[in-house]
């Protein structure tokens, strides 16, 4: 469990006391009048993420005092499993969820290391059996798989390479696993996921990973796996560019996601579809104006070839939901107008079902995994219009922008039972104490806890 920067002692460990402005007055009742007249003297008041380490006998540390400020939230205390010094350490005060924050230590002492050495974490928690380590380490572990594909730049992760990370992740849950590469796109129906990738060297394929048992209830994951996006001919400046090694956060995402169901053992039939391509530019790409075929039958005219995710969603939507699942689920790094609209922490998702919106939100709140829905608004349909082909796969002004991408989508889905688009971003621009800056696991702990309760109700 070194990754995870967990102590496998069962008990002991340096206490950890993590605390309110107002409780700092009554402190020196509950810790030594020593180590109260230390954190007096070195200022220590509790301010959200203050750090004051007291020093004991032996030039070792006797507690860690850690500010939560007037207003908490359950990863606060994170940042801990990077900061303190190497050791074993404990919570002993101010955690509300020890569970939630034994996640929080973990996902805080994350490092992608790939490119380059990095220190390992030292700093360790001692973790009592109630909090059910078995939950942490799985969402822990998932949390980490999606960072790293999404921190892997695209010479490394192109749809050759997303391939063999699903094909490695099925092996050890027995998992199948079937692609459909190239110029067999178009022999079997999946036009848009041809047309939007076939410029590339590394060809565009589907890829279909099924698990559990076919009589049980059929949950669908559907990820957007742009390996990288140029934009297309509508090309990206340099700075809309850098990033777009994280276009593929919606696979990123929801091959984490599979990997906790897995994990879990769930008694469901869960298929993961990926549309895996790369947005390039070449004398075959794809232009503004043209009219593509669909899976479904329906035409669709291309206003920006810069808006290519949603048109691998579309074919792949399509093939998911011709087996009328019980729950289909898509994701992607969608729009930057969902960004604008929630900034980048706080995905929305759209859906038609009451009932499972309100179960994401309860989900979202219990997990302390952000999730906001946003409406699918019906008259905006109108907005995506075409003189010469059934839709346009995006409108002619800016507004909306994450709605209408939806909306789209929702044109693709009409037999699963309930559906549910995730405009993710995939990424934190700043560090969190639970997270450093780069790629980001978003909602994926939210829908296990919603397919995990909905999996123990009987189909």
């Known amino acids: 469990m070194d990754a995870l920067a ?15 402005p107002t409780e700092t007055r009554s402190i020196g009742n509950q810790i030594s009048k020593n180590a109260a007249l230390w954190a007096k003297t070195n200022g220590f008041v509790a301010r959200k993420g203050q750090l004051c380490l007291i020093p004991g006998s032996r030039n070792k540390i006797e507690a860690v005092l850690y500010g939560l400020g007037n207003s908490s939230m359950p990863m606060d205390t994170a940042k801990l499993s990077r900061i303190l010094p190497d050791g074993d350490y404990r919570f002993e005060h101010g955690i509300a969820d020890m569970q939630l924050a034994t996640l929080g230590w973990c996902l ?12 390992p974490r030292q700093a360790k928690l001692v973790v009592d059996k109630s909090v059910g380590m078995s939950v942490v380490k799985s969402a822990a572990n998932a949390t980490f798989l999606t960072r790293d594909l999404i921190n892997t730049p695209a010479n490394d992760l192109g749809p050759e ?16 696993v079937k692609v459909i590469k190239g110029d067999a796109l178009l022999k079997q129906n999946f036009p848009m996921i041809h047309t939007v990738g076939r410029a590339s060297i590394s060809a565009p394929r589907l890829i279909d990973m099924r698990w559990g048992s076919a009589k049980d209830k059929k949950i669908t994951l559907v990820g ?34 599979a990997r906790m169901i897995m994990d879990a053992k ?3 039939s869960l298929r993961l579809l990926i549309p895996a391509v790369e947005n390039s530019i070449s004398s075959n790409s794809f232009r503004p104006g043209d009219i593509l075929d669909s899976r479904k039958g329906t035409s669709v005219e291309i206003g920006n070839t810069d ?3 949603r048109l691998i969603l579309a074919d792949a939507l399509s093939f998911a939901d ?3 699942p019980e729950l289909l689920i898509d994701m992607a790094t969608l729009t930057g107008a969902a960004r604008v609209a929630l900034g980048p922490d706080l995905p929305p998702f759209y859906t038609n079902d009451d009932v499972l919106a309100n179960d994401i939100n309860q ?14 608004w019906k008259p905006y349909n109108a907005m995506l219009s075409s003189k010469i082909a059934d839709i346009n796969h995006i409108t002619s002004g800016g507004f909306a922008g994450s709605i209408t991408a939806a909306l789209f989508l929702a044109n693709f889905v009409d037999h699963a039972k309930s559906w549910a688009h995730f405009d993710v971003f995939g990424w934190v621009p700043t560090e969190k104490p639970w997270a450093v800056v780069g790629g980001e696991a978003q909602g994926i702990r939210a829908l296990f806890e919603v397919i995990k309760t909905r999996s123990d109700i009987s189909a």
């Not at 805080?108 to 220190?119: E, H, L, T």
């Not at 990033?243 to 929801?254: E, P, Q, T, V, Y």
């Not at 989900?363 to 699918?376: H, V």
Request: zero cysteines.
């Open 224 to 257: 957007k796996g742009v390996s990288f996006d140029t934009g297309g001919l509508n090309i990206k400046p340099g700075g809309s560019m850098a990033l777009m090694k994280k276009d593929m956060g919606g696979a990123a995402n929801i091959i984490g996601l």
């Open 6 to 20: 967990i102590s496998e002692k069962k008990s002991g460990g340096i206490p950890i006391w993590a605390l309110k």
């Open 322 to 324: 011709e087996e009328k």
């Open 307 to 309: 808006a290519e995710g």
């Open 108 to 119: 805080g002492a994350y490092q992608f290391a790939r490119y380059k050495i990095m220190v």
């Open 363 to 376: 989900a979202s709140t219990d997990k302390f995994d952000p999730l906001w829905r946003m409406p699918l």
């Open 161 to 176: 390479e997303l391939e063999k990370v699903v094909r490695n992740l099925a092996k050890p849950y027995k998992a199948f």
């Open 266 to 268: 769930l008694p469901v």
